[in-house]
Structures are given as C-alpha cells and as structure tokens.
C-alpha cells in the first residue's frame, strides 16, 4: 500500500488530467454522447495498452542497449523537466486532432494520457518501488482521468477555464520538482559507480 501510494502521486502529475481536460472536451466538442463515450473507452485502453507494454519491456530495452537505470534518471529527469517547464511557460500541451475516428487513440489516449512523462516514469518507479505497485497506480491514474472526461462539462462549469490552467501549472510545478529530484539521484548513483 505504501509503494502504491509512492508511485500513485508522480503518475497523477505525468498524466496531468486537469491539464489534458480542456483539450478533451475541444477535441470533443460537439459530438453525440455515445460518440463521446466511445472515444474515452478508446483513450483508455490505448492509453493502458502502450503504458503497460513500456512498463514491461522498456527495462528489457534499456538492457539492450547498455543503459543504466542510472543514465535513465538522468536522460528521464532532464526529458520531465522540459515537459513540464515548457507547460508551465508557454501553456501548450501537444498538438489537436479532428478525426473523431482515431481521436481517442491518438492523441488522446498517446501522447496526452501516456506520453513521454508517463513511460519516463514508469520504468524509474519501477525500478524502485517494483512492477506491481507501479503498474496498479498507472491503470488507477488513467482510470481516474477517464472519470474526469465522463464529469468534463459540470467540472469545466465548476472550475472554470482560469481554474483549469492554475491546477495544470501547479501539477507541472511538482513535477519539475521530480523531474529535479530524478537527476540528482541519477547523479549520485553515477558518481557512486565511478568511484567503485
């Protein structure tokens, strides 16, 4: 319970559903209901699918091609800390699509829900915290942002667009901060090796 509580609150800052929520419902505006459901139960089965898959075999990956979960650090925190001061900056979240065919898939599914910050801290979690803990709080995130898409309209009422772009520069606030704290210790790990 309490390696799922450790790995459960950097998911909810990489999935960043309040930041992903006003992007959702533009993409979706305008559609049916049905439609709209449809498109969420796509998100998230997407979003799952390549989650889970990353989780597995990216350290396999990373085996591969002679990586340390040590230069992962590095390279993940560095790539975390882009991302989130880049939302934090300018407010840009990816790129809009229009095809209501593939628009749960792609992009809202990936790279919305599972992008680079998820798979980046996926692998770093598991590493330290085990696959199971790990991979339970990433399907609890990704299913908690499928129950805020089915609450968008009272919750984008409720919030407010102001409000909504406060709670996504505070979320991607702390996850600069982990995205700090993954490449000191990333550092310190690579230090230690080199002194050994």
Same mark, same amino acid.
């Given at each position: ?8 609150? *950097? ?8 930041? +992903? ?13 049905? @439609?709209? @459901? ?11 699918? +390549? #989650?889970?898959?990353?989780?597995? !075999? !990216? ?15 590095? #390279? ?17 979240? @990816?790129?809009?699509? %229009?095809?209501?065919? =593939?628009?749960?898939?792609? *992009?809202?599914?990936? *790279? ?10 996926? %692998? ?5 915290? !085990? +696959? ?7 399907? #609890? ?12 309209? *009272? ?8 409000? /909504?772009? =406060?709670?996504? $520069? ?6 600069? /901060? ?5 490449? @000191? $210790? ?8 080199? $002194?050994?």
């Amino acid at each position: 319970m309490k390696n799922f509580l450790f790995c459960f609150v *950097p998911f909810f800052v990489a999935v960043d559903t309040i930041g +992903v929520l006003p992007i959702y419902i533009g993409l979706t505006e305008g559609l049916t209901s049905t @439609r709209k @459901r449809n498109i969420i139960i796509q998100s998230l089965t997407t979003a799952s699918a +390549v #989650a889970i898959a990353f989780l597995f !075999g !990216g350290p396999f990956v990373l085996n591969l091609v002679k990586v340390s979960i040590s230069d992962f650090m590095v #390279a993940g925190g560095l790539l975390l800390l882009v991302i989130s001061l880049t939302d934090i900056i300018t407010g840009e979240k @990816r790129q809009r699509l %229009v095809d209501t065919e =593939t628009v749960g898939a792609v *992009p809202i599914g990936v *790279p919305l829900l599972t992008g680079p910050a998820v798979l980046t801290t996926s %692998v770093l979690l598991s590493n330290e915290y !085990g +696959v199971v803990p790990t991979a339970l709080a990433l399907l #609890a995130n990704i299913g908690i942002a499928g129950l805020f898409f089915m609450l968008a309209l *009272p919750i984008e009422r409720f919030l407010g667009q102001p409000g /909504s772009k =406060t709670l996504s $520069k505070v979320a991607s606030l702390f996850l600069a /901060s982990i995205a700090v704290m993954l490449i @000191r $210790k990333g550092i310190i790990e690579i230090l230690q090796l080199m $002194k050994q």
